[in-house]
């Protein structure tokens, strides 16, 4: 039987987080979805208990984080410890982002305010639907779905999104290796109240000799402990921990004095890490666990599908509607199957660490970790990696920049490398004399460029930056948000009416772009630097988004 031709321009496979950010992501930007999932409802178990700061920066470009913090509590920062006292201390409160704190919030949670945030843009999750077949070739996707009644759908859609979790059907549909191995411990969970002195506003991590101890604050009073308790090849399966169990690791490997009751989830489980090769294979692309899946250590498995997606979003979303080449997809690939290898070794490197058996290398690393961890760059490498604000593109085709006079500002590392996370500063809205930031001026859903003046500019400065923006629009349309940031006004100079314009008095965004002088970064929907020019030069701007992107008059 032919299939029928969907009427949406992509078909989500899987309503976790991951799928359902997928869906906002791509309504965000236009793009008609179905999202269907197999499970008759949302989780009602906490599962992934954390939003780190650079998924809460990315979720307020598709429209606001603030649901999900005022939802959550803040967990200002994490401590280690080891034979009774602290080895380490790691604050959050001064880590680069609008949002310097780790976000404890169940999974539940966030499904559920994903699912009405999408709901509220018209898209209905179709529950109890299972994806039987996917039949991909070179212009779509041939799809079975079986419904709730048993009845088979037969579809045709451009484009499918595979965010059904580590047991993928879309993936197994495909015939795909998914690489890598089992680890040997048998770990336990457990959600549930603890009375006794433990820092509610922080993440607790015990190190001791017979295995490790990490304590997660929770709403209400609530805490998350996970424990590994060392090999057991005899069984098939990890149990499930009685409250005794829990109890009694909780008084080997804790403080001392503390008591947990009242349980709401108790779990055994095994660490696979796992990785697809490839995220994209032709009209099917696959984010979340059903690209990668590793060690819990860091949390960062839902922090980096939710991510997956938001690469994604814009770019099929151009693709979709004739804006890029196809090839644009193929960055998707090359930059987050990277940073899956990048959460995979590091993950499974602090998992390596906290579950030593050996005494010598306990006692080595028990010394060694607190005199390396006193050093400023290390506390603030840690920092940005665990939440997630150094996740960056370096290798990425999308990356270009043009170097000219003036350019010896960006050596030992001046200003923001193409492939990396943009910075914030503080700026102010001529219009209106209000405070704003750089971030607030982001669009997630065109590509900003911001062309900055340096530190004392004239008229003819001005009109010149004026002049790429206006050689950027004639080719690009409203692919390209044009900013123009200047210290103050600026007299004789003429600026249209329609082109947004800040003020950057203090010259906090200057410095932290080393823009000495007039120079230009194009920042991606989703937040990233493609490209960067000083001096300022429509040129080689324009090449390097013909490069991926179609002019203007093509899709017209």
Same mark, same amino acid.
């Given at each position: 039987?032919?299939?029928?031709?969907?009427?949406?321009?992509?078909?989500?496979?899987?309503?976790?987080?991951?799928?359902?950010?997928?869906?906002?992501?791509?309504?965000?930007?236009?793009?008609?979805?179905?999202?269907?999932?197999?499970?008759?409802?949302?989780?009602?178990? *906490?599962?992934?208990?954390?939003?780190?700061?650079?998924?809460?920066e990315?979720?307020?470009?598709?429209?606001?984080?603030?649901?999900?913090?005022?939802?959550?509590?803040?967990?200002?920062?994490?401590s280690?410890?080891?034979h009774?006292?602290?080895?380490?201390?790691? *604050?959050?409160?001064?880590?680069?982002?609008?949002?310097?704190?780790?976000?404890?919030i169940?999974?539940?949670?966030?499904?559920?305010?994903?699912?009405?945030?999408?709901?509220?843009?018209?898209?209905?999750?179709?529950?109890?639907?299972?994806?039987?077949?996917?039949?991909?070739?070179?212009?779509?996707?041939?799809?079975?779905?079986?419904?709730?009644?048993?009845?088979?759908?037969?579809?045709?859609?451009?484009?499918?999104?595979?965010?059904?979790?580590?047991? *993928?059907?879309?993936?197994?549909?495909?015939?795909?290796?998914?690489?890598?191995?089992?680890?040997?411990?048998?770990?336990?969970?457990?959600?549930?109240y603890?009375?006794?002195?433990?820092? *509610?506003?922080?993440?607790?991590?015990?190190?001791?000799?017979?295995?490790?101890?990490?304590?997660?604050?929770?709403?209400?009073?609530?805490?998350r402990?996970?424990?590994?308790?060392?090999?057991?090849p005899?069984?098939?399966?990890?149990?499930?921990?009685?409250?005794?169990?829990?109890?009694?690791?909780?008084?080997?490997?804790?403080p001392?004095?503390?008591?947990?009751?009242?349980?709401?989830?108790?779990?055994?489980?095994?660490?696979?890490?796992?990785?697809?090769?490839?995220y994209?294979?032709?009209?099917?692309?696959?984010?979340?666990?059903?690209?990668?899946?590793?060690?819990?250590?860091?949390g960062?498995?839902?922090?980096?599908?939710?991510?997956?997606v938001?690469?994604?979003?814009?770019?099929?979303?151009?693709?979709?509607?004739?804006?890029?080449?196809?090839?644009?997809?193929d960055?998707?690939?090359?930059?987050?199957?990277?940073?899956?290898?990048?959460?995979?070794?590091?993950?499974?490197?602090?998992?390596?660490?906290?579950?030593?058996?050996?005494?010598?290398?306990?006692?080595?690393?028990?010394?060694?970790?607190?005199?390396?961890?006193?050093?400023?760059?290390?506390?603030?490498?840690?920092?940005?990696?665990?939440?997630?604000l150094?996740?960056?593109?370096?290798?990425s085709?999308?990356?270009?920049?043009?170097?000219?006079?003036?350019?010896?500002?960006?050596?030992?590392?001046?200003?923001?490398?193409?492939?990396?996370?943009?910075?914030?500063?503080?700026?102010?809205?001529?219009?209106?004399?209000?405070?704003?930031?750089?971030?607030a001026?982001?669009?997630?859903?065109?590509?900003?460029?911001?062309?900055?003046?340096?530190?004392?500019p004239?008229?003819?400065?001005?009109?010149?930056?004026?002049?790429?923006?206006?050689?950027?629009?004639?080719?690009?349309?409203?692919?390209?948000?044009?900013?123009?940031?200047?210290?103050?006004?600026?007299?004789?100079?003429?600026?249209?009416?329609?082109?947004?314009?800040?003020?950057?008095?203090?010259?906090?965004?200057?410095?932290?772009?080393?823009?000495?002088?007039?120079?230009?970064?194009?920042?991606?929907?989703?937040?990233?630097?493609?490209?960067?020019?000083?001096?300022?030069?429509?040129?080689?701007?324009?090449?390097?988004?013909?490069?991926?992107?179609?002019?203007?008059?093509?899709?017209?």
């Open positions: 039987m032919a299939d029928a031709t969907n009427t949406e321009d992509v078909l989500i496979v899987g309503a976790g987080p991951v799928g359902l950010t997928a869906a906002l992501a791509l309504t965000r930007h236009g793009v008609r979805c179905r999202i269907v999932d197999r499970n008759a409802c949302r989780t009602d178990k *906490s599962k992934a208990l954390v939003l780190w700061s650079r998924t809460l990315l979720l307020d470009g598709l429209g606001g984080a603030e649901r999900f913090v005022d939802a959550g509590m803040r967990a200002h920062g994490a280690l410890y080891g009774g006292k602290r080895l380490v201390h790691a *604050s959050l409160d001064d880590v680069d982002s609008p949002y310097p704190f780790a976000l404890m169940p999974q539940s949670d966030t499904e559920r305010l994903l699912e009405e945030w999408v709901a509220s843009l018209g898209v209905t999750v179709e529950r109890r639907v299972e994806l039987r077949a996917a039949r991909p070739d070179a212009t779509g996707v041939g799809v079975t779905l079986v419904h709730p009644d048993g009845r088979e759908e037969s579809l045709r859609t451009p484009w499918l999104v595979a965010c059904d979790g580590a047991h *993928s059907t879309v993936r197994h549909q495909l015939g795909l290796e998914f690489a890598g191995k089992p680890e040997p411990d048998d770990w336990v969970l457990a959600d549930g603890v009375e006794g002195a433990l820092a *509610s506003d922080e993440i607790s991590l015990y190190w001791h000799e017979r295995g490790v101890l990490a304590m997660f604050p929770m709403i209400g009073g609530r805490f402990m996970i424990a590994d308790v060392g090999p057991h005899e069984r098939a399966q990890p149990e499930t921990p009685s409250l005794e169990q829990v109890q009694a690791l909780l008084d080997e490997r804790g001392g004095g503390l008591l947990v009751r009242d349980p709401v989830w108790l779990s055994g489980f095994r660490i696979n890490e796992r990785k697809l090769a490839h994209r294979h032709g009209r099917v692309l696959f984010a979340g666990d059903a690209a990668h899946v590793h060690s819990p250590a860091g960062q498995g839902m922090n980096t599908g939710m991510q997956d938001c690469n994604l979003g814009w770019k099929l979303a151009f693709v979709r509607s004739g804006r890029a080449r196809d090839v644009l997809l960055t998707f690939d090359v930059e987050r199957s990277e940073i899956g290898e990048r959460v995979l070794r590091n993950a499974g490197a602090m998992t390596r660490v906290a579950t030593l058996r050996s005494p010598i290398a306990q006692s080595l690393r028990n010394h060694l970790v607190p005199l390396i961890a006193s050093l400023e760059f290390v506390q603030a490498r840690f920092k940005a990696t665990l939440t997630e150094a996740v960056d593109y370096p290798a085709p999308l990356n270009g920049e043009h170097r000219g006079a003036g350019a010896h500002a960006w050596l030992l590392g001046g200003g923001v490398l193409p492939g990396a996370r943009a910075v914030d500063a503080a700026l102010t809205d001529p219009k209106t004399g209000a405070p704003t930031t750089l971030f001026a982001l669009d997630g859903t065109t590509h900003t460029l911001v062309l900055l003046t340096g530190p004392e004239d008229a003819a400065c001005v009109g010149h930056l004026v002049g790429i923006a206006n050689a950027v629009a004639y080719r690009f349309g409203a692919l390209v948000e044009p900013l123009l940031v200047i210290p103050d006004a600026v007299p004789g100079a003429i600026v249209p009416a329609t082109m947004r314009v800040r003020h950057d008095r203090e010259l906090a965004l200057h410095r932290r772009y080393a823009a000495t002088s007039e120079s230009l970064y194009l920042v991606r929907p989703d937040g990233y630097v493609s490209f960067r020019a000083l001096p300022a030069d429509a040129e080689h701007l324009l090449a390097h988004l013909d490069l991926h992107f179609v002019p203007a008059a093509s899709t017209s």
